[in-house]
Nanobody
């Protein structure tokens, strides 16, 4: 199973971006899926997560009210709508998912990471 992020780029403060993360590969089911970010010189930090069925979401305090996470299970894709962006949101954004891979011997859950997409917010 692979995760591929897209949608990053350069935006002015106050602007918006939408990130996408699509999962592909072996037969699988996505349990939870979300986003982390890592700014230069800092540790990777949690941003948002959405649970199976999309009924429950959780956000870091720093992005509450500005970012919205959603998922389209038919497309095996999660989105992060980012609004009112600030320079401190500048980071590489990574998709992270707990995925059950279905095999002939059963289902096996593993954690997967995408390669990351750069988001740069200019002041």
């Amino acid at each position: 199973v692979q995760l591929a992020e897209s949608g990053g780029g350069l935006v002015q403060a106050g602007g918006s971006l939408r990130l996408s993360c699509a999962a592909s590969g072996s037969p699988f089911s996505i349990n939870t899926i979300g986003w982390y970010r890592q700014a230069p010189g800092k540790q990777r930090e949690f941003v948002a997560r959405i649970y199976s069925g999309g009924s429950y979401t959780t956000y870091a305090d720093s992005v509450k009210g500005r970012f919205t996470i959603s998922r389209d299970d038919a497309k095996n894709t999660v989105y992060l709508q980012m609004s009112s962006l600030k320079p401190e949101d500048t980071a590489v954004y990574y998709c992270n998912a707990d995925i059950v891979v279905h095999t002939t011997t059963g289902g096996y859950q593993n954690e997967y990471w995408g390669q990351g997409t750069q988001v740069t917010v200019s002041s």
